[in-house]
């Protein structure tokens, strides 16, 4: 299926309305093949790979922290009585058990420095992980997790899933990017609601809905909703809300590779002055500590390209130290919190994010308050579904003030700080379709944009290829589904299936040829090989939310566009 341009054969919109013109009339599913049984195989390995993927606080796989490489420990929190059989379970796993030292009534209202060594953040239930590196319980990872759960029939892991948040939103003060310590100053992008709803609109299918937890899911989401709509979350005066991590300085979680990441950033805005100003600082000399308003690691930069050159001398070509800028950490915490981490979106290396209203952020929070309308109607509590209703229209129409482009037909973030739309083309841009937020002429207009993004494998990022992750070449399967879902939601069914084969032939390719499904692909080649330059240089195996938007699409084709797929 490999392409030589971005634009996709009219006739594979032929092949595929036809297949779909077919579906009425076939009542007998055809015969197995010998091709059908390479899908069969990456359909076990994904429900296999459940197992691999769960983790308790019974377990001692669950410990490791292959990022950091600390010594493991496990906290409970501050004032929670110790659950049995757990420092029994942990003393077999060579895990020191403790309290956080105080109690954490909102996120990062903590003193990590009280914190003795980082460790995992204990969680009442089962969970799943993305797997490789990222062995803990992740905010936005899980929601698409959930979606594999619940079309592979684990119904009762992902509503464990669920469960957890809320256990995290009443001990550690918010939905965590993730369930260690390090991760207790932020959040992920806020799929809560949408993982609510995802487990009791199933359970309500069944016949099994239970209002009592629907009540205790709406308050807890209800909480994390106001998160994302008070100080320091605000966009401004726009109404739109921002990302902002809550913490300062370097990232704990980058362990041995810290330094490195920061230089190649400080590297970057030396070689790069214009506009590096905020974000890059000379060390005054005989200064020390807070006088200096230094931060984070100091960096001796040798920029002369003659160094090779007969007679040069190293103490020639040495400038003063430097460091980055306390706005600059601000800026990458927040780009963290975004999950797209690391993506040029929001300037070099996302340094500010914290300046941006968030095209799939107010999104998702448009999405909450029409969950939350839903949940409370579900409830009866007529007057909170009219508010939610009321907010949800307010929000539409700042969404379509700040964030829309008529004239180049997609949606943009926004810069409150220079008042001005970004002009970064990013995939973020379908959220408002996935969300329901657009309107049918908007769809129409980003669906007229569709090739620019439409590659051999799937969706693109961006435009950029800046040697970042969340940028072109790549391809992400929560990004495949959000546009892939948003197509369908606007009547688009030919273009949708169009992507959903090329992003799940892609995966299957590569997993025939190694046996594994990966964190990341590039989709201009189809490969899971990367050459990632800035941020995470591993594609990770496992991988959970890759998983779960497998399924998710697969059972989304119809049986003909199925049957294509095992024929590839």
Known sequence: MKKTSFIRPIFLYVILAACMTVLPVRVVPAPATKTSTKV????????????????????????????????????????????????????????????????????????????????????????????????????????????????????????????????????????????????????????????????????????????????????????????????????????????????????????????????????????????????????????????????????????????????????????????????????????????????????????????????????????????????SSELGLKEASLEWHHQAATRRREIDQYLWAPSYGLYYDYDFVNKAQSRYSYATTFYPLWTGLATPEQAKAVVRNLTAFDRPGGIVMSMAQTGAQWDAPYGWAPIQLIAIEGLRRYGYEAEANGISLQFLSMVLDNFLQDGTIREKYNVDTRSSETNIQVGYKANVVGFGWTNGVFLALYNALPKAAQERLAQN
């Not at 903590?110 to 204990?122: C, E, F, T």
């Not at 590196?133 to 892991?157: A, C, H, P, T, V």
């Not at 359970?203 to 909703?225: C, I």
């Open 40 to 375: 069969q195989k990456i359909l076990q390995y994904i429900s296999s790979g459940w197992g691999t993927l769960t983790r308790s606080m019974t377990e001692c796989r669950t410990y490791t922290d292959p990022k950091t490489n600390e010594k493991s420990a496990l906290y409970l929190p501050a004032g929670f009585p110790e659950p049995d059989g757990l420092k029994t379970a942990a003393e077999g796993c060579q895990v020191q058990v403790s309290h956080l030292p105080a109690v954490i009534k909102q996120l990062g209202n903590v003193d990590l420095s009280a914190i003795k060594s980082h460790g995992l953040l204990y969680l009442p239930k089962a969970y799943i992980v993305p797997g490789g590196m990222f062995n803990e319980m992740y905010g936005w990872d899980s929601y698409f997790i959930i979606r594999g759960l619940i079309e592979d029939g684990r119904l009762d892991l992902a509503r464990n899933i669920v469960d957890n948040f809320f256990f995290e939103i009443d001990h550690y003060g918010g939905v965590l990017n993730a369930n260690r310590t390090y991760y207790l100053t932020r959040s992920q992008p806020p799929f809560l609601t949408s993982m609510i709803r995802a487990v009791y609109e199933v359970e309500k299918a069944r016949g099994q809905s239970d209002p009592t937890w629907l009540r205790n899911a709406y308050d807890h989401a209800v909480k994390d909703y106001h998160f994302w709509t008070e100080s320091p979350h605000l966009a401004g005066d726009t109404g739109l809300s921002r990302f902002y991590g809550l913490g300062e300085g370097p990232v704990p979680e980058l362990g041995p590779a810290t330094n490195a990441y920061y230089e190649t950033v400080a590297r970057y805005f030396l070689l790069h002055p214009q506009g590096s100003q905020p974000y890059l600082q000379l060390v005054p000399k005989n200064a020390n500590g807070p006088q200096a308003n230094v931060i984070g690691p100091e960096f001796t930069l040798n920029l002369d390209f003659r160094r090779n050159q007969e007679g040069s001398k190293e103490q020639d070509e040495t400038l003063d130290k430097l460091a980055l800028t306390p706005r600059f950490y601000k800026g990458d915490r927040s780009m963290r919190e975004s999950g797209f981490d690391v993506s040029f979106r929001f300037g070099p290396f996302g340094a500010s994010t914290q300046d941006f209203a968030a095209v799939g952020l107010n999104c998702l929070l448009y999405k909450s308050e029409q969950d939350l309308e839903w949940m």
